[in-house]
């Protein structure tokens, strides 16, 4: 495993940097000004696509895809330092196409798609010029189980009518969302892992209602964590994504990258907030003595640096591996990254905020928000006593080969 960059990583580097100094951190006050007026999407984000397209910061989660759909070439590995810059501002993915969930179903719609639904759908995600979601979770059942979800997908004729009700929808109150993929039972009956389809629904069919966009920790994103209800829902026979049942195997084709790329912005965050940590007890005083010298501060700061460091090296690891093995081979490191990131993410950005004192809880910082979001990814793509319990299953199955090898190392009683 070489994570050193190379010369091309260390150029868009260097320029992505320039770009998020130049043109997305100075427009931060003015984001969030336009969002709390309600005006989303914001007045400049479609100039900044068009600069960040032009200076070719664009898609650069994508591998090459073929020549129709040429991608940047990146692996997974190479994205990384990239998508922690990008994660500093938690907006600024969308600039450079990069942006969740559209990064997922963009890879789904390419690995599964007919020429068809490519050209109507991918091309357009690929281009930026719409958004979409992947509505998957539901209220009634623990959706970390993909296997107990409940809306039905069932076929009439030349058509599929659609009854279910999603929620924590990323991307559904966007006002350029105008693809759901949608996933439900085609056949409730079917061996466990075979019930399950997707399926493409343009926003505007008749029957998609949006409920609300959900509060998370009372924090109202603009793109939405929204609610829907689909109620008799028609679409094509032909908006089926893939074959009827093999919407499990599609979902969690999706979702290892998607976890990957979440904890790749997380550490992003986790680095600003070290940052704003480290500047803001040089500056600040308490009885007489600078934040920094008191030992605790300072435990802080040094326990984020390693904390960072042990998270990083996990995530590039398991980056390294997809590339090399697949996302299927590399499942566990996946499982380990999405329940090790959103911890450190939070105990990084919560030793920030106390460092800062009350400031830390306003909008005068970022923290705030960066701490929602990592409390919030903890969730996310999965619970983290999901991933554990995954983890654990794998480990102990891995033993059976060896079970009883350790005994040689156990002293006998009265050999001591």
Known sequence: MNFAYSPRVEALRQQLQAFMDDHIVPRIGAWHAEVAAGQYPVSFMEDLKALAREEGL??????SLGEDEPG?????????????????????????????????????????????????????????????AFAMTEPDVPSSDATNIQTLIRRDGDD????????????????????????????????????????????????VELLRNIPVMNHIAPEGHSELLLRNVRVPASNLLGKEGDGFMMAQARLGPGRIHHCMRSIGMAELALELMVERCQ?????????????????????????????????????????????????????MIKALVPRMHTNVVDRAIQVYGAMGLTP?????????????????????????????????????????????????????
């Open 58 to 63: 664009w898609n650069l989660f994508l591998p």
């Open 72 to 132: 940047t070439g990146l692996s997974n590995l190479e994205y990384a330092p990239l998508a922690e810059i990008m994660g500093r501002v938690h907006w600024a993915s969308e600039v450079f196409n990069c942006n969740a969930p559209d990064t997922g179903n963009m890879e789904l719609l390419h690995l599964f798609a007919t020429p068809e639904q490519r050209q109507r759908w991918l091309e357009p995600l690929l281009n930026g010029e719409i958004r979409s």
């Open 160 to 207: 599929y009518v659609i009854n279910g009700r999603k929620w924590f929808i990323t991307n559904a109150s966007h006002p350029n969302c105008r693809l759901l993929i949608v996933m439900g039972k085609t056949d409730p009956d079917a061996e466990t892992h075979q019930q399950q389809s997707m399926i493409l629904v343009p926003f505007d069919t008749p029957g």
């Open 283 to 335: 500056e600040r005083k308490a009885f007489g003595k600078y934040l920094q010298q008191y030992s605790n501060v300072a435990d802080w700061i040094a326990e984020s640096r390693i904390e960072i460091e042990q998270a990083r090296l996990l995530v590039l690891k398991t980056a390294w591996m997809i590339d090399e093995v697949g996302a299927k081979a590399a499942r566990k490191e996946i499982a």
């Open 364 to 416: 005068d910082t970022p923290l705030a928000d960066m701490w929602t979001g990592g409390r919030a990814l903890r969730f996310a793509d999965g619970p983290d006593q999901v991933h554990l319990r995954s983890i654990a299953k794998m480990e102990i199955k891995a033993s059976e080969a060896s079970r009883g090898a350790t005994a040689a190392y156990l002293t006998p009683p009265g050999r001591h």
